[in-house]
Nanobody, 115 residues
Framework: QVRVVESGGGLVQPGGSLRLSCVGS????????MGWYRQAPGKQRTLVAT???????YYADSVKGRFTISRDNAKNTVYLQMNSLKPEDTAVYYC?????????WGQGTQVTVSS
């Protein structure tokens, strides 16, 4: 089963950009559907974006046009490019790897958007 580790979070001003990375290991990464989720304090974890093994993407309405999910199967890595960040994007961002009934979450990386 795949294991995933996120990185790239931090503090950024409104309007700024960050790129999150999620590195997978332990299995055939390219066969997994990969997703980014986020959880703000006191709120439920929600879907941000997903990308299939074939590169088909999906975005939550709140991030369409600002965030881009991509994957590099040669590097076992999925990325989340976040542009035009807003304070409401502040959350812990989690990577999810899923294949059939199997799924694995990363430990999360904090993104804080504040001036």
């Amino acid at each position: 089963q795949v294991r995933v580790v996120e990185s790239g979070g931090g503090l950024v001003q409104p309007g700024g950009s960050l790129r999150l990375s999620c590195v997978g290991s332990g299995t055939i990464f390219s066969m997994y559907v990969m997703g980014w989720y986020r959880q703000a304090p006191g709120k439920q974890r929600t879907l941000v974006a997903t990308i299939t093994s074939g590169g088909i993407t999906y975005y939550a309405d709140s991030v369409k046009g600002r965030f881009t999910i991509s994957r590099d199967n040669a590097k076992n890595t999925v990325y989340l490019q976040m542009n035009s960040l807003k304070p409401e994007d502040t959350a812990v961002y989690y990577c999810l790897a899923a294949k059939g009934s199997l799924s694995t979450w990363g430990q999360g990386t904090q993104v804080t958007v504040s001036s």
